[in-house]
């Protein structure tokens, strides 16, 4: 059997697997609301609507965090959240939408840690062991049980190791920008802190292979040519935050113990913080493989893998560090999303050791065996029991007081997936325009003005994306409205445009509301900067999109073909 039909066969297993990885919950037949679930899925709610209506807004969000008119899509992964919003809208209701996105995560995941190890000389079996048993640690199974955001870093990370080897292992071309760019680039337009911890894990090769490569001024301008591509495709991204770092003072994220959240060893389960003990031999044995012959960069590979797993863990004096820099503890939050990359880089050296001797290529499979097995029935009954339970009332607000565990079940498996977000919400006051610089209680203030005021008004989406609330009221008097007001939001009550408006500390406005039909009209008004760079971010886009069918083209063309092709990639 050919190379070809070996690595067709193991994508055809890797395929099955993944299937086969959905019938835990398929079987518990509930959708499955963990700790970022809700506040992802009105991300994505808001831009399937947009879709569905084309009522386009880029900033406001006008159908999901209950109407609401705050801006969190065009700064947190816009492309992503519209990718999202369309498997939404073509699998009708979030049960089907989060079996999809679970299958498409995996298999990108797979594919990436599939191809990572026969860049390394494993052979399909191996492949295959890595690649499902990566599946099943680390963040990659919290996006089934949860919505991380991180879990995306993980199922990308395999695509990186594959970028940053190439700089170390290929010393005629060390640097591909089109590989590079389109990774970081493709990690920016979902997740912002991943895209950091990718570019922090590039710098170690790249200094490497500078001193180690035969063409290093050819290595430099590559690497430059992919940060200056990536900076003009990323434009969309940096200049909203721009927008809004400049002009208001953005609420953080919570704040959480970073040595808590950093990685211990677990005897149950490997996900997120939790490593367990056989990872920990089998990361050991692979470390005194590599000490016994170290060859080419597989060293270097496993001493970054190893400082990274380091660095995450408790080993760490996570501790100290956020007592001196508390910001961390808002900005990073969780030390363990560090094997995002420490997992593929260490599973990378582990397939270049497999070719070696048998009987160390068979001690490193007992493990990788040990850990799937061990990881695979912890995350089965994790994922059975979370879909069985249905809701976990601990990340949610009933927006309905008199709804009931079953009409949220009820409403998380309709078909109208607009009812999920009508029962319930999620305390979350990321990027809301503050007035003070305290944060304290954020959350339960913004449960008061925001989640239990908004079912008060009726809510419309104008054809230009304005939003539109309507109310009356028995008399004239000060009245706070559930929507955020930045400095860039124009608001017109009852057809006079306000412009002195008190509000509270979350942004909400307090308005002088007559007596009978009151009306506000809420828009998003970003500068002329801003909408150039949104407007170079979807051009390079384009560009780079005709970059990539022309090199797919070259690459596929006959060999005794006529047409001309560029020299790309």
């Not at 009105?42 to 801006?71: E, I, P, S």
């Not at 049960?95 to 000389?121: D, K, P």
């Not at 190439?166 to 760019?181: C, E, G, R, Y």
């Not at 900076?231 to 208001?248: D, F, M, R, V």
């Amino acid at each position: 059997m050919t190379k070809d039909h070996h690595r067709s066969l193991s994508r055809l297993w890797l395929i099955i697997i993944c299937f086969l990885m959905l019938l835990p919950q398929f079987i518990s037949g509930g959708v499955i609301i963990g700790n970022d679930t809700l506040f992802h899925f009105n991300r994505f709610y808001d831009a399937a609507m947009q879709l569905r209506t084309g009522h386009f807004n880029y900033f406001q969000t006008n159908y999901g965090f209950q109407q609401n008119g705050r801006v969190i899509n065009a700064v947190y992964g816009p492309a992503f959240a519209m990718l999202n919003g369309a498997l939404l809208a073509l699998t009708h209701n979030w049960f089907g939408y989060q079996l999809l996105t679970t299958f498409i995560i995996n298999l990108v995941a797979g594919i990436g840690m599939l191809n990572l190890s026969r860049q390394m000389g494993a052979g399909p079996g191996v492949s295959l062991l890595l690649a499902v048993t990566y599946l099943n640690i680390g963040w990659l199974p919290n996006w089934e049980m949860a919505q991380n955001m991180s879990a995306w870093g993980a199922a990308l990370a395999p695509y990186l190791c594959m970028v940053a080897i190439q700089m170390i292992t290929d010393h005629q071309k060390p640097v591909s920008w089109l590989k590079l760019t389109l990774i970081i680039s493709i990690t920016a337009q979902i997740h912002l802190l991943s895209t950091a911890i990718f570019v922090v894990t590039l710098v170690p090769f790249f200094i490497a292979g500078m001193v180690i490569v035969d063409h290093r001024w050819k290595m430099f301008k590559e690497t430059l040519k992919a940060v200056g591509l990536t900076i003009l495709l990323s434009a969309n991204i940096w200049g909203a935050l721009l927008e809004l770092t400049t002009h208001n003072r953005l609420a953080k994220t919570n704040p959480f113990n970073l040595y808590h959240n950093a990685l211990m060893i677990s005897q149950t389960s490997g996900v997120r913080e939790s490593i367990l003990l056989i990872m920990v031999i089998l990361f050991g044995l692979a470390t005194l493989f590599t000490l016994k012959s170290p060859q080419d960069g597989t060293w270097l590979i496993m001493l970054v893998g190893l400082g990274i797993l380091l660095v995450a863990s408790t080993l760490f004096p996570w501790q100290s560090l956020q007592s001196i820099m508390p910001a961390l503890k808002r900005d990073f939050q969780f030390p363990a999303r560090l094997t995002t990359v420490a997992y593929p880089l260490l599973f990378a050296g582990i397939a270049r050791l497999s070719t070696q001797g048998k009987w160390q290529r068979w001690l490193l499979i007992i493990c990788l065996l040990g850990t799937l097995i061990q990881a695979s029935i912890f995350n089965s009954q994790a994922v059975y029991q979370a879909g069985r339970k249905h809701v976990n009332t601990t990340f949610l607000v009933r927006l309905k007081k008199t709804a009931s565990r079953q009409d949220i079940v009820t409403a998380s498996n309709s078909r109208h997936f607009g009812k999920l977000i009508d029962e319930v919400g999620k305390r979350s006051p990321d990027y809301l325009p503050l007035l003070s610089k305290s944060q304290r209680n954020l959350p339960l203030t913004y449960q008061y003005e925001i989640l239990w005021q908004a079912p008060k008004f009726h809510h419309q989406i104008r054809s230009d994306g304005a939003l539109i609330l309507t109310w009356y009221a028995k008399r004239a008097n000060k009245r706070l409205v559930a929507v955020i007001v930045y400095q860039e939001s124009k608001v017109v009550l009852n057809g006079k445009v306000q412009t002195h408006l008190h509000r509270s500390r979350l942004g909400a406005p307090y308005v002088t509301q007559r007596t009978g039909k009151n009306v506000l009209v809420l828009t998003f008004h970003p500068t002329m900067m801003t909408r150039f760079l949104l407007l170079i971010a979807g051009l390079s886009w384009l560009c780079f999109g005709l970059i990539l069918l022309l090199h797919v083209f070259r690459r596929f063309r006959p060999k005794n073909s006529l047409v001309p092709y560029f020299g790309i990639g």
